[in-house]
């Protein structure tokens, strides 16, 4: 176990005014958030009840029927973003593309949520084959009644062995059993009238006009006796029709849709159901139980599950109009049996068909489905050249530290030498061994490393781009010794440099890597687009985007901010402005530093901190004399505790020409610092430009300066952009979550579940 909820997925075609809709607006918030995170996908608008999620994460994909491959995509981008362990789907397109997105997405659980007890239309040829193709990845199906068990093994074909039945509930408390007439008012209907209410879409299938023929029939003898049919759909001109028709139009009252039902059931004598196929384990009918309503229904699917014959409501046979007016003056001419059997199917929802018993009964069914885990923990290994104290290196630190040992155990392995951050995982109590190789053609090098794999049992091999040995004698061993094998790329935008992210024939081998872990969205794009990732079947592996974390720091106060100006040698009134980076091209230092120049004419009090190492130092300490800022710039060298000095800042730079997702900008923001950075990588994925920060051209000092005059003049600015910084730095760049990521990838590659 990872230790971490369990991340549930409900993609809907949309959440309309319906009971199925009403599950999944009543399911999805009431999981139990220690255990479950959930979300809400509708591939088409959000629907009346969108609203009703709550803080659920939900989105809306705004797509038609016609643009089955524009929601196929987006539904993929979503389940990537979010990597849930289960996808819940119910609806048509959602089964359709919801599997085949979860099953590119690399999801591994899929569950086909069935709420209908029969087809309105035979199954066309298309949709049986994709069913029976898509069904070996499909986990379960569930349904919502026992009734269910023949129409999904026999009509549909699914093995009874996937199915689970979980009952539908409502919440008793959202309902009360007192008599009130308030909400109905306006309708025409008085407070001594006998009262039959139906609360059902206006289809064919719920067989309003067999309701009406029933109402002919008790008006002629309970002539005061109201019908009030609430809801709304594609039946109502013939059904108003019939009304007039049977001469109903002073006992029938046309609610339409109405978001009051709670209220509206309170003014019912007794609730009805006439429908004659489909339903399974109706909603409308368990909201009427819960508020104390005697029902009559038509015996068709489930709802023989949910009436107690003749102790909380009756029974008849579909499409006999006699049988149900026989059955409801029962009730209306019998108050005494009216109380009675409105108490009962109360106490019957309280007992059995509550949402607690039905979200209970989801967690239990959604665990025991994902609870396959790996026999041991994952043993990784992480093969580099050696340990730099870059940003790469510094991450992966802290994913070690923050793996669960139930569910990962990782060890470095240096080929070279062990480095400057060796000792740091060493302290963290994580292996380090080094492979002493020494030279390009060390024949002894790729020997020792597939010795060291078959004799840890290593179970995946990791690999980093930046080290091109390590890429390609790592992914070599990890297929001598049948050990998966995994490549992380951390930059992107080196062809405006001339470079390449990835070897042009690690690209060519991609088929033979067992996944490829990317930063972000847009480092997929520019690796798709500018180096021939997925252009060919050889170029083609899972790609995974796990975002960059960090450690998240508290907010630094006060004393924190007194403290680092002590250590970056800053008074109270200087504004700092302060760069984290290697001291090398890539960077563009100079960029920066001309910025600073620029702005000292407008702000005397301005100061530069520059934090990190490199062979270029000596050349921009040079330059800031050149540029007269060398009395204004401080050079602080490696640290270690950057975490200490960043509330001395006012802001935080980056002028790099290329990244991938700095884990610099991160640490800024978790610090509260707004940011300046140039528009290069995945820049614009962390900051939101005059949000969180500005976004520059890459190489404008120009605009760089104006951003730094800005900032030194706006203090409330400052503090506005920094929280926002934070805010985003918490949601969506915590280590945890990276970690999460990664360990779900490692133990679906030895699960087989590609």
Not at 575 to 597: D, M, T, W
Request: aromatic share 4%; hydrophobic share 45%.
């Amino acid at each position: 176990m990872t230790g971490r909820p369990l991340r549930v997925m409900y993609v809907v075609p949309d959440l309309g005014l319906g009971g199925a809709e009403r599950h999944v607006t009543t399911l999805m918030p009431n999981l139990d958030r220690a255990r479950f995170e959930p979300a809400v996908v509708c591939i088409g608008v959000e629907g009346e009840l969108f609203a009703d999620l709550g803080d659920v994460r939900a989105v809306a994909l705004q797509r038609s029927k016609r643009q089955a491959f524009g929601a196929l995509r987006d539904l993929i981008r979503e389940m990537r973003a979010f990597r849930p362990d289960v996808v819940l789907l119910r609806g048509y397109n959602a089964e359709l593309l919801g599997r085949v997105a979860a099953r590119v997405a690399g999801v591994p659980h899929c569950v086909v949520w069935v709420h209908n007890h029969s087809d309105t239309e035979p199954r066309g040829a298309v949709r049986r084959i994709a069913d029976r193709v898509l069904d070996r990845g499909t986990t379960a199906y569930f349904g919502v009644a026992e009734a269910q068990h023949e129409y999904l093994t026999d009509d549909l074909g699914h093995p009874a062995d996937k199915i689970r039945v979980i009952h539908n509930g409502v919440e008793p408390a959202a309902y009360r059993c007192d008599d009130d007439r308030r909400a109905v008012a306006d309708l025409g209907i008085g407070d001594g009238d006998p009262v039959v209410g139906i609360v059902a879409a206006l289809r064919p299938e719920k067989d309003h006009a067999n309701f009406m023929r029933a109402a002919r029939s008790v008006v002629d003898h309970l002539p005061e006796a109201k019908f009030l049919i609430v809801g709304d759909g594609p039946m109502r001109p013939e059904i108003e029709s019939l009304r007039d028709e049977l001469g109903l139009g002073d006992n029938v009252v046309m609610a339409g849709a109405r978001h009051d039902v709670p209220d509206l059931l309170r003014a019912m004598n007794v609730v009805v159901l006439s429908s004659f196929s489909i339903e399974c384990f109706p909603m409308a009918l368990l909201e009427a139980m819960a508020a104390g309503r005697p029902a009559v229904c038509t015996d068709v699917g489930g709802v023989r599950e949910m009436i107690d014959e003749g102790v909380t409501g009756y029974l008849v046979a579909p499409h006999d109009p006699g049988a149900l007016a026989r059955r409801l003056l029962d009730v209306l001419t019998d108050d005494a049996l009216a109380r009675r059997m409105g108490r009962a199917a109360r106490a019957r929802v309280e007992a059995s068909f509550s949402l607690r018993a039905s979200v209970a009964k989801t967690e239990a069914v959604l665990d025991e489905l994902t609870a396959v885990r790996p026999p041991r923990p994952v043993r990784l290994a992480v093969v580099m050249d050696l340990t730099h104290v870059g940003g790469a290196e510094v991450l992966l630190l802290e994913l070690f530290r923050r793996f669960d040992p139930r569910a990962v155990v990782p060890r470095l392995i240096c080929l070279r030498e062990a480095g400057p951050l060796a000792d740091d995982f060493r302290a963290a109590g994580f292996d380090v061994e080094v492979l002493h190789r020494t030279g390009r053609f060390d024949v002894r090098t790729l020997p020792r490393l597939v010795r060291s794999l078959r004799a840890d049992a290593t179970d995946v091999v990791l690999v980093n781009h930046h080290h091109r040995a390590a890429l390609a004698l790592g992914r070599l061993a990890a297929r001598l010794t049948r050990t998966a094998n995994v490549v992380a790329a951390h930059d992107m935008d080196l062809a405006s440099v001339g470079g390449r992210v990835l070897p042009r024939w690690t690209v060519d081998t991609l088929a033979f890597a067992d996944a490829l872990i990317l930063l972000s969205e847009s480092q997929r794009d520019y690796l798709h687009r500018r180096e021939g990732v997925g252009r060919s079947r050889l170029a083609t592996t899972r790609e995974v985007v796990i975002g960059n974390g960090i450690a998240m720091p508290g907010v630094p106060a006060a004393a924190d901010r007194a403290r680092a100006r002590l250590l970056i040698g800053a008074v109270d009134d200087d504004f700092v402005v302060g760069i984290v980076a290697r001291l090398s091209p890539q960077k563009a230092h100079e960029v920066l530093f001309a910025a600073v120049a620029k702005a000292a004419c407008e702000v005397p009090r301005i100061r530069l901190v520059v934090v990190g190492g490199g062979d270029r130092e000596a050349e921009l300490r040079a330059l800031a004399d050149e540029l007269g800022i060398h009395e204004r710039t401080r050079f602080l060298g490696v640290r270690r505790d950057v975490a200490d000095l960043l509330p001395g800042l006012d802001v935080a730079c980056l002028s790099s020409v290329h990244e991938g997702v700095p884990i610099t900008l991160i640490e800024a923001m978790a610090a509260a610092l707004p940011v300046v950075a140039t528009d290069c990588g995945a820049v614009r994925d962390l900051v939101v430009d005059g949000e969180t920060g500005f976004v520059v051209p890459v190489g404008d000092a120009d605009q760089l300066a104006e951003r730094l005059v800005r900032l030194a003049c706006d203090d409330a600015a400052r503090v506005r952009l920094g929280a926002h910084g934070r805010q985003r730095a918490e949601r969506h760049h915590d280590i945890g979550c990276t970690a999460a990521g990664y360990e779900d990838l490692l133990q679906r590659l030895i699960r087989g579940t590609r």
